[in-house]
C-alpha cells in the first residue's frame, strides 16, 4: 500500500467517524389535523400545511402521521372532533379556522395547537400577547377581520355613489362574524353607508340570501372570512356576477373566479406558515416562545371584465394600487 | 548425566538471558519510538499551530466581510426605500396637486412593500393625506404634527431615521421621515416594516449554520432569520457583541471578531459591521462549533496520521530492536551454554557486521575450549588409571610385607614356648640366639619398609660429594668377604682409583644391597666387583655366577618383595626389597642401573655414576661413629607418655653415662629443672604426646622455657611419611620405634656434634639456625 493512499484511507476514516448513522426514533409522532371545511375543498390548502411541515423538516408518512379531521362545514361537529383527537393522544393539534381553534382550546389546555386564523387570537383570550403567547397556543392569523374597513373602503372608491352595503358572514362561526360585524359598522357609519347583514351557514342559506340580496340591491358586498365561505369562493362568485353584485372578498381566487375584486393575503401562505410553526414544536418549541404571526403582504386585485360588465368606471387610483388587474 | 545438568543450567540463564534480552529490546525500542514520536509530535503541533492561526484569521476575515456584506445590503434596503419616498418631495408643495400626491403615494405603497403607511405633510407640518395598507386612508385630516420630531428633525436635516418601535409590541417598524430639497416641498412620513428587512438577512449565508442579524441603537433585534426572535422584541444589548458594537471598535482593530453567546445562548463566533447613518449592527454569527469543525477535522485527521505515525514508528522501533537484540541474544545464549560446558554450542549470526564477527570469535572460543577439554579429560583418565595401578602395587605391597613380617614373628613365638618349657643351658643358648636372628630380620625387614616410605615420602635427600669409589669398595669387600665365605663363595673386590660425584652414603647403600643380592643367590663359583672409566662416567659392575634371571621377570625383580624362585637353597634373610630400593635411589640420584643376565650362568649389574677429578686426600673425621663420645657429663630428658619406653629409654642412657630425667609431658619436664635449675643438653621426645601434643609442640615449648637452642630428636611408632615430612621441615631427626641401641646411640652423637659444631660456627661467623634445615640424616642405619 502506497503511503498516499494509506493517507488516504485514514483521512477517510476520520471523516466517516462522526457519521455512524443514529438509531431510528422509536416511534412517530401523530399530528391532528383540525378543518372546519371538507377535504375536498381544500386541497391546496392542506398541501400548503404539508410544504410547511416539510420545511421544518417533517414529512408526512416518514416522520409524522396525520389525523385529519374535517368538520365539512358542519361548525358544531368541531368540538367532538377536537375531543377525539385528544383522546386520541395525539402531539399537536393543527387547527384551522376560528371555530375549529376554540374548540380545541376547549379540548385541550396541554396538547400544543398551532392555529391559521382570521381573528385577533389576543382579543378572543387565546395568547397573552402577539409576542409572547404565554399558554399552549399559537400560530398565524391573516387578519381578515381587520381587513374588513380597509376592503370597505376600496370598495367604495369603485362604488362611490352607493348609500348601501351588504355583509355576508357565517352565523355559527359567531365569534369572527360578531368582531368583523363590529368594525364594519364603525368603518359604514364614517363614510355615512348602510350595512345590511347577510347570514349563511349552508348552501342552501347561500342561495336564499343572494336571492334576498338581489332584492335588496346594496351598493356593493364584503364577504367575510370564514371557512364555510372560503371552500365555496367559485360558487359565491357566480353568485355576485350572477345578481350583479360588485362584492369584495380576501382572496384572490375570488376575483380570479369572476368576482369584481379581492384584498388581503395570499390563501395559502398562512398554512404553510402553520406547518412550519407545526414543525418548530414537534422538534421541542414551546408554543408559548413563538409569537403569533400577522402577514406583512397584502394584495389588491381587480377584474377589469367584471367592473365592465357591471358598468362600473375603475377610478385611477384603484388602478395605481392594484397589485393586480385581471383583464 | 552432564548433558542433563548442562540443560538445566542453559535453562536458568536462558531465563535470565531473556529478563536481559527484554530490556535491552525495550531500551532500544522505547529510544526509537520516543526520538521518532518527539520528532513526529513536535512537526504536529508546529504545523497544528500555524494552521490554527491561519484559519483563525482566516474566519475573522470571513466573517468581517460577510458583516460589512450584510450591513451594505441593509443600508442599500434602507437607501432604497428613502430614495423611493425621496419622489413624493421633489415637486414643490405648492405646484404638488393632491390628486397627484395621492397617486404617488398610492405607486409608493404598490412599489415598496415595506412601507405599511405613507403620510404627507404639508411644510407647516399638517397632515394632509396618509394611506395604509391596514387600514383606511385619510385624506385632509390637518392633524398638526409640527412638533413632533418626524418633522422637525426632518426638515433640520432633509432625513429622520426613527427609532424601531413595534407594533402591536411585536411588528418591528421604523419612521423614514424625509424633507425635500426645497424649502416648501413638505415632509413624507413613511413607516417601514422592518420584518421585510428579513428578506436580506435570512438570504445571508455564513457556512451551514451561520447567520446574520440586526440590531438598532438601543440592543433591540430587528431583524434576525429566526424571525420569532424579532416579534417577540428581544432585548440584546446584554450581549457582549453588542455592547462591544455599541462602544464603537474601530475598524479592522481584530477585536470586531470574537467568541461569544448568541441570543439562545449558544457559543458563536461573531462579528459586525455598522449600519451608519441608522446606528444599527449587524451581526454575523457563526457557531463555533461549526467555525472549528474543519480545523477539529484538521486535528483529528492529523491526529490520526499522528497515531498512524506513532504506530509505524513503533513497528519500526520493534523491528530494529529486533534486528539488534535478537543476534546479542544468540551470543548471550551461546555463551551461556559454552559457559554451562556445552563447547559443541556454535552461533548462527548473518548480519554482516560486527556482531557476526563476534559470534564467529565465540565459535572458534568454543572449538579450543572442547580441545583442550578432551585434552584434560584424556590426561585425568590416564592418571585415573595410574593412581589405580598405584593404589593396587600399595596394597600387594603391604600384603607382601604383612606376610614377610609375619614370619620371624611365628619364629619368635615358637621359641618363646620353647624357652617356657625345661630346656638345658646350650638348648636355651640356641634358641636365645635364634631369636636374636629373628629380631634381627624383623629389624632390618622395618628398615627396609621404612628407607621404601622414606624414598616414596621424598624426604631422602641426596646429598653430593665427589669422593674415591675404593672407600665404598673397602667397606663392601670387608662386609661380604665373611658371608661369601661362609657361603663357600669368592668375593673379589678390585680396587680402583677413580673418584665419583655421588651421595657416598645412598650409593653405598645400593651397592650394598646389589652386592648382597649377588652373595644371597649365589650357589657356587663367586661375585666380582670392579669399575670401567666409561666417558665421564664410571661402570660400577656387580657380576656374578648364579642362576641368572630370566628375560620375562629382569623388570619385576626390582619390584618390591620380589622373589626369585629358588626353592633348593633357604633363602635366609631375604627380604625382597633390596632391589626395590636400589631401583628408587638410583633414580633419585640419576644412576642409570643395567642389567645383563644369562641363565645358568649368571647375571651382571652395573651402576653408572658420573666420574670426579680425583682430589688430595686430607685427614677429615671419617664419620659421625669416629667422634668423640660426647654423653659424660650431659643431661638428656626424655618425653614420652608411655612408662615402659621411659625406664627401657632412660636405663640406657644412664649406662652410658648420662644423666636423665624422664617425663611424661613437656610441662612435667619443665617442672623437674625448674627445681634443679639446671639446663639439659639433650631432649627426645615421643612424637604423639597426650592431649594431642607433638614431640615438635614439647620440643619448641621447652626450648622456649629454657631460653635457647637445644638439640632435640624425635622417635615415634607412626611411620608415615607426613610425620618424617613434618620432622624434617623443623629440622630433626625422627627414629621409628623400635629402635635399636646402637641406632639410638648414633643418632644421639651425631646430634651432641653436629649441635656442638653448630655452636662453634656460630661462634665463627655467626650463622643462624637455618643450619638445622640443612642436615642430611642418614636414612639408614646399620644394624
Redesign the interface.
Known amino acids: 500500500m502506497k503511503r498516499r493512499d ?2 488516504r484511507l ?2 477517510g ?3 466517516a ?1 462522526p457519521l455512524v448513522p443514529r438509531a431510528q426514533q422509536p416511534a412517530i409522532p401523530t399530528l391532528g389535523f383540525l378543518h372546519a371545511g371538507s377535504p375536498e375543498r381544500n386541497v391546496d390548502l392542506v398541501a400548503a400545511f404539508h410544504q410547511g411541515l416539510s420545511e421544518s423538516g417533517y414529512v408526512e408518512g416518514r416522520n409524522i402521521a396525520i389525523e385529519y379531521c374535517w368538520a365539512e362545514d358542519r361548525y358544531d361537529r368541531l368540538s367532538a372532533l377536537a375531543a377525539h383527537l385528544v383522546r386520541r393522544k395525539v402531539t399537536l393539534i393543527a387547527a384551522t379556522s376560528t371555530g375549529a381553534v376554540l374548540a380545541a382550546r376547549q379540548a385541550t389546555s396541554t396538547i400544543p395547537i398551532v392555529f391559521n386564523f382570521a381573528s385577533d387570537p389576543v382579543e378572543l383570550g387565546l395568547v397573552a ?4 403567547p404565554g399558554g399552549n397556543i399559537t400560530g398565524i392569523t391573516f ?1 381578515s377581520g ?2 374588513a ?2 376592503q ?2 376600496l370598495l367604495h372608491k369603485l362604488v362611490p355613489t352607493a348609500s348601501t352595503m351588504a355583509l355576508l358572514v357565517n352565523p355559527t362561526n359567531s365569534t369572527l362574524a360578531e368582531s368583523v360585524l363590529r368594525d364594519l359598522q364603525m ?1 359604514t357609519r ?1 363614510l355615512g353607508l348602510r350595512l345590511h347583514v347577510m347570514l349563511a351557514s349552508s348552501e342552501r342559506e347561500l342561495n336564499q340570501t343572494f336571492a334576498i340580496l338581489a332584492q335588496l340591491q346594496p351598493g356593493g358586498l364584503i364577504i367575510g372570512a370564514d371557512a364555510f365561505l372560503d371552500g365555496r369562493i367559485g360558487q359565491i362568485a357566480a353568485l355576485t356576477v350572477r345578481y350583479l353584485l360588485p362584492a369584495i372578498y380576501q382572496f384572490r381566487e375570488f376575483a380570479a373566479a369572476g368576482g369584481l375584486m379581492s384584498y388581503g393575503t395570499i390563501h395559502t401562505d398562512p398554512y404553510r406558515e402553520a406547518g412550519i410553526y407545526a414543525g418548530k414544536i414537534l422538534v421541542g418549541a414551546n408554543p408559548g ?6 402577514p ?3 394584495k389588491l386585485v381587480i377584474n377589469l371584465k367584471t367592473a365592465r360588465a357591471f358598468g362600473l368606471e375603475v377610478p ?2 384603484l388602478l ?4 393586480e388587474v385581471i383583464e | 548425566m552432564r548433558s542433563a545438568a548442562g540443560r538445566l543450567f542453559n535453562a536458568a540463564h536462558a531465563a535470565g538471558a531473556a529478563v536481559v534480552r527484554s530490556r535491552l529490546f525495550l531500551k532500544y525500542a522505547a529510544l526509537f519510538v520516543a526520538v521518532v514520536c518527539l520528532a513526529l509530535l513536535a512537526n504536529g503541533l508546529v504545523e497544528f499551530w500555524f494552521s490554527y492561526q491561519d484559519y483563525k484569521a482566516l474566519l475573522v476575515r470571513s466573517q468581517r466581510e460577510q458583516a460589512v456584506a450584510a450591513a451594505e445590503k441593509i443600508g442599500q434596503f434602507i437607501e432604497g426605500v428613502k430614495g423611493e419616498i425621496g419622489w413624493m418631495t421633489q415637486v414643490p408643495w405648492s405646484e404638488y396637486s393632491r390628486e397627484e400626491q ?2 404617488d403615494a ?2 409608493l ?2 412599489q415598496v ?1 415595506a412601507i405599511t403607511e405613507l403620510a404627507q405633510l404639508d411644510p407647516a407640518g399638517h397632515e394632509h393625506m396618509r394611506v ?6 385619510v385624506v385632509g385630516s390637518g392633524l398638526d404634527l409640527s412638533r413632533e420630531p418626524k418633522f422637525t428633525e426632518a426638515v433640520a436635516h432633509k432625513i429622520y431615521y426613527g427609532p424601531a418601535y ?1 407594533r ?4 418591528p417598524y421604523m419612521t423614514i421621515a424625509l424633507a425635500g430639497a426645497l424649502r416648501d416641498s413638505g415632509v413624507s412620513v413613511a413607516e417601514v ?1 422592518l ?2 428587512i428579513w428578506d436580506v438577512v435570512s438570504k445571508i449565508k455564513v457556512g451551514k449554520r451561520g447567520y446574520a442579524y440586526v440590531v438598532d441603537s438601543a440592543g433591540r433585534l430587528i431583524a434576525h432569520p429566526e ?2 426572535l424579532v ?3 428581544t432585548n440584546l444589548s446584554q450581549l457582549a457583541q453588542v455592547q462591544t458594537a455599541k462602544a464603537g471598535v474601530p475598524e479592522g482593530s481584530g477585536e470586531q471578531v470574537l467568541v461569544a453567546k448568541d441570543p439562545q445562548g449558544h457559543e458563536v463566533l461573531t462579528a459586525y459591521a455598522p449600519i451608519a447613518p441608522l446606528g444599527w449592527s449587524v451581526f454575523v454569527d457563526l457557531p463555533t462549533e461549526e467555525a472549528y469543525a474543519p480545523l477539529y ?1 484538521s486535528v ?2 492529523s491526529g ?2 499522528l497515531l ?1 505515525g506513532l504506530a509505524l514508528a513503533v513497528l519500526a522501533g520493534l523491528f530494529l530492536a529486533r534486528r539488534m537484540v535478537v543476534p546479542i541474544q544468540i551470543l548471550c545464549e551461546g555463551a551461556t551454554r559454552i559457559g554451562g560446558g556445552d563447547f559443541g554450542q556454535r552461533m548462527s549470526i548473518k548480519t554482516g557486521d560486527e556482531l557476526e564477527v563476534l559470534g564467529e570469535q565465540f565459535n572458534r572460543m568454543a572449538a579450543h575450549l572442547q580441545d583442550s577439554y578432551a585434552n584434560l579429560e584424556r590426561k585425568v583418565e590416564e592418571r585415573t588409571h595410574q593412581l589405580e595401578a598405584a593404589n593396587l602395587s600399595k596394597s600387594r605391597f603391604i600384603a607382601a610385607a604383612s606376610h614377610d613380617l609375619r614370619q620371624p614373628l611365628q619364629a619368635l613365638g615358637l621359641f618363646v614356648a620353647q624357652l617356657r618349657g625345661r630346656v638345658s643351658a646350650g638348648e636355651r643358648e640356641r634358641i636365645v640366639d635364634r631369636i636374636g636372628t629373628a629380631v634381627g630380620e624383623t629389624n632390618e625387614l622395618f628398615n627396609a619398609l621404612l628407607g621404601i616410605s622414606k624414598l616414596d615420602a621424598g624426604v631422602v635427600e641426596p646429598s653430593l660429594s665427589d669422593f674415591p669409589i675404593s672407600r665404598l669398595l673397602q667397606r663392601l669387600e670387608t662386609t661380604f668377604t665373611g658371608a661369601a665365605h661362609k657361603q663357600g663363595l669368592r668375593l673379589r673386590v678390585v680396587s680402583s682409583g677413580a673418584w665419583v660425584r655421588s651421595d657416598i652414603i645412598l650409593l653405598e647403600r645400593i651397592l650394598l644391597n646389589v652386592v648382597s643380592n649377588a652373595v644371597r643367590y649365589t650357589s657356587h663359583g663367586g661375585v666380582i666387583v670392579g669399575c670401567r672409566r666409561r666417558g665421564g662416567r664410571l661402570r660400577i659392575e656387580v657380576w656374578d655366577s648364579g642362576p641368572g634371571i630370566p628375560e620375562d621377570q629382569r623388570q619385576k625383580i626390582f619390584d618390591e618383595f620380589y622373589r626369585l624362585a629358588k626353592p633348593e637353597r633357604n633363602r635366609g634373610g631375604a627380604i625382597g626389597l633390596g632391589l626395590a630400593i636400589v631401583d628408587r635411589l638410583c633414580r633419585m640420584l640419576d644412576h642409570p642401573i643395567e642389567l645383563t643376565s644369562s641363565l645358568g650362568r649368571g647375571s651382571r649389574f652395573t651402576i653408572i655414576v658420573p666420574a670426579a677429578v680425583p682430589q688430595l686426600l686430607s685427614e677429615v673425621a671419617t664419620s659421625a661413629q669416629d667422634a668423640r663420645d660426647a654423653a659424660s657429663g650431659k643431661t638428656v630428658v626424655v618425653v614420652d607418655d608411655a612408662a615402659l619406653v621411659l625406664e627401657g629409654m632412660g636405663g640406657l642412657l644412664r649406662r652410658w653415662g648420662f644423666r636423665v630425667v624422664v617425663a611424661q609431658s613437656y610441662k612435667q619436664a619443665l617442672a623437674q629443672f625448674g627445681e634443679r635449675d639446671k639446663r639439659p643438653d639433650l631432649i627426645v621426645s615421643d612424637f604423639h604426646l597426650p592431649d594431642g601434643e607433638t614431640g615438635i609442640e614439647a620440643i619448641e615449648q621447652m626450648r622456649d622455657g629454657f631460653g635457647m637452642s637445644i638439640p632435640a630428636f624425635l622417635v615415634s611408632g607412626d611411620t608415615s611419611p607426613e610425620r618424617l615430612r613434618e620432622a624434617h621441615a623443623k629440622g630433626y631427626y625422627l627414629l621409628h620405634k623400635p629402635v635399636s641401641p646402637m641406632r639410638l646411640r648414633a643418632v644421639l652423637n651425631q646430634v651432641l656434634n653436629d649441635h656442638a659444631k653448630q655452636r662453634t660456627e656460630e661462634d665463627d661467623d655467626n650463622c643462624s639456625i637455618v643450619a638445622l634445615s640443612g642436615i642430611s640424616p642418614s636414612p639408614f642405619a646399620q644394624p
Do not use: C, H
Open positions: 494509506f493517507v485514514l483521512g476514516a476520520t471523516v467517524w400577547s402577539l409576542s409572547r387578519l381587520e381587513l374597513p380597509k370597505l373602503e368603518a364614517r416562545d413563538l409569537p403569533v404571526q400577522q406583512t403582504k397584502f385611477r387610483p395605481v394600487r392594484a397589485d | 395621492y397617486l398610492l405607486r405603497l404598490r412593500p395604509s395598507r391596514l387600514v383606511m386612508d413595534f402591536r409590541d411585536s411588528e416594516n420584518k421585510l424571525i420569532n416579534l417577540r422584541n477535522a483529528l485527521r490520526a496520521l498512524a
